[in-house]
Structures are given as C-alpha cells and as structure tokens.
C-alpha cells in the first residue's frame, strides 16, 4: 500500500507563506502526475496546482502565488505559498499517480490564513 505523508500546514497571517511537502511511502513506484488539491469548508475540493513531467498548471486563483516543485527520484512534491489570502483556507490534500499502482491520496493538512 502506499502512503503519501503530508506536512507544513498551519497559521499564518494575510500576505505569509508557507511550504507544504508531501512524500510517499514507496520509492520503486514511478510517479507521473504529482498535484495539491485544496478543500474549504462547504466547498468540494478543488485543483490548486498538478506537476507532470513535462509542465506544471495552477488554477486562476493561485497562479503567480504558489509553486509547485517535485523531486521525481524520492516521489516527493512540494507546493510553496506565497502572499496567501483568507480564501486560500482550506484543506490541502496531496495526489500522485503512480504508474504501476493508481492514484493515491495524503490524508491533509490544515492551511489557515487570518489575520
């Protein structure tokens, strides 16, 4: 089975950052697609950020603020937030396909942006 192991989420105030990392518990599966997906409250989960190979694509509402970067030989992918915004609150859940076993999903973590 694999686990993806999410961590960096927290409080921060308007206009902060943060640094979410996302590692998954297996090396010998290769990832294709690495992805943030966020879900705020009474929302369903939406995109934020998906990696493949080849490109990266954001959704509108983050594009120019956030990052995503990945490190394909430890199947580990990253999502760097900056000038966050009250409405990037919400939970982050990390995605990645793996060609040899399927889709799998990390178990969340809390983004909270207040001022």
């Known amino acids: 089975q694999v686990q993806l192991v999410e961590s960096g989420g927290g409080s921060v105030q308007p206009g902060g950052s943060l640094r979410l990392s996302c590692e998954a518990s297996v090396r010998r599966f290769r990832t294709s697609i690495m992805s943030w997906y966020r879900q705020a409250p009474g929302k369903e989960r939406e995109m934020v950020a998906t990696?493949?190979?080849?490109?990266?694509n954001y959704a509108d509402a983050v594009k120019g603020r956030f990052t995503i970067s990945r490190d394909s030989a430890n199947n580990a992918v990253y999502l760097q937030m900056n000038s966050l915004k009250p409405e990037d609150t919400g939970v982050y859940y990390c995605?990645?396909?793996?060609?040899?076993?399927?889709?799998?999903w990390g178990q969340g973590t809390q983004v909270t942006v207040s001022s």
């Open positions: 995605y990645q396909f793996f060609s040899n076993w399927g889709p799998s």
């Open positions: 990696s493949t190979k080849r490109d990266s």
